[in-house]
């Protein structure tokens, strides 16, 4: 198992870049944990994974992994496996050959090369199909052929990039809840790369948020859903989307939502001198109530029903606003609605910064 430290990476692909893919990352990457890379398209989590696995260089600052700077030493010199999204299976080896071909590479003996493709498959169900070749499995099947390639080399580090992309809906959903188990079975340091704010909250001890090559915020699922760090985060985690409104203070513990009568209870210490902040509220904590064409802060635009939840969009002042209810909604598009957020846990965000006030 290894602890990985990154002190300081950045990444530029050419001198003469202006922006940075990467720009200087530190935190440290506890032994034995899964940590999530998470963000949208673009932002350098590949490029963070890469220079970790040794397939792309570091252009600034050092990777150190249980304490020893790695980022000169090529791939296959580091202790480390990787997933990747399209599996990378060798199409004319068997599973079984698949599985045992880093261990080859190794030299490892034929035995002990035998006992490992054996245990690998078994964690991963695919004693059935060692015989078989990648194209007679199915995604899932493929997908798992490559995991058990990765864990038959018993590495300290495993990378993943992207693996359940590939997926339908509910394959995914049953791959995510076995890589959780075989990760608390084997116990690998796991750095994972994903768009998905989901996956990353279900798999993950920690999640580095990335936006446009830098970190957002490092921090555990909890911490990142209850106390973002920044306004992007607060976008970013949860479903539906946090509720971002432009918001005036009008008192020394409330604001009110520009183009609109609502007005929020927020910590005195959340607005320390602000005249002006960016206010969140999750769509799951606010509630509805009838209005009147007189008396409504806004006006149903979509009712969206999920089975267990309702999602509804309104538009208030300016803006558009999504509440989650449980259950079926009796409302319907055109209904003019009060808007009740006296149980919502308020985030309050530097207007100019987008920084967490409070
Ligand atoms: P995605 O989820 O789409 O893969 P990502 O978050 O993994 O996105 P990266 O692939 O790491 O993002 O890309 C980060 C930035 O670096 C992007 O602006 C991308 O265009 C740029 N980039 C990535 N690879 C190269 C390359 N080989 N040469 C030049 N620029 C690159």
Redesign the pocket.
Known sequence: MAQIELQGVS?K??PK?D?Y??EHLTYTIPDGSFVS?L????????????MIAGL?SVTEGSIVVDGKAVEDLEPHKRDLAFVFQDYALYPHLSVADNIAFGLKMRKIPKAEIDRRVLESAEKLELENHLKRRPKALSGGQRQRVALARAIARRPGVLLF??PLSNLDALLRDKTRAELKLLHADIGATSVY?T?DQEEAMSLSDVIAV?SA?RLEQYGTPAEIYRTPATEFVAGFVGKPRMNIFDATVVGPHRVRLDGTSLEVEVPEADLDGHTTVRLGLRPTECTLEPGSETEHDGTIMVVEPLGNATDIMLRLGEGVFIVREPGFSTLAPGDHVRLDAREAEPHVFDAETGNRLG
Do not use: I, Q, W, Y
């Open positions: 990444k692909f050419s870049d922006r893919a990467v890379l963000g949208p398209s673009g932002c350098g989590k590949s490029t963070t994974l890469n792309e990039d992207e790369v768009h990335m090559g």
